[in-house]
């Protein structure tokens, strides 16, 4: 299994860019949920939303719900995280991860912790200048 996170990059305050996250193994898919996290300098890696591959169900941190929209594209096997409104703080390595889904009554708001994962793509870089 592999996840290759992509699209990140300069910014400035106030625009707006889209990563995305290949996935590979369309089965593997089916039976995770995937999320994306980031991890601003010198900080501990924060959660930012996670989607159901399944059912496209979304949960996004609260101080990220309004700019920021997961999304999935079930044939490319991809998702993407929509960021809009950029501001300088929103500077980070981007990690997109997956979760198994270990019992089918799990609501989507458990799979918001770090712990919750099991694969993790590589990260990529948004910075965002003021």
């Known amino acids: 299994v592999q996840l290759q996170a992509f699209g990140g990059g300069l910014v400035q305050a106030g625009g707006a860019l889209r990563l995305g996250c290949a996935v590979s193994?369309?089965?593997?898919?089916?039976?995770?949920?995937m999320g994306w996290f980031r991890q601003a300098p010198g900080k501990e890696i924060d959660f930012v939303g996670v989607i159901s591959w399944s059912r496209g169900t979304t949960y996004y941190a609260d101080s990220m719900k309004d700019r920021f929209t997961i999304s999935r594209d079930t044939t490319k096997n991809t998702m993407y995280l929509q960021m809009n409104s950029l501001k300088p703080e929103d500077t980070a390595v981007y990690y997109c991860a997956a979760a198994r889904i270990r019992s089918v009554i799990s609501p989507i708001t458990s799979f918001a912790t770090r712990s919750a994962y099991d694969y993790w793509g590589q990260g990529t870089l948004v910075t965002v200048s003021s």
């Open positions: 193994g369309r089965a593997f898919l089916s039976s995770h949920n």
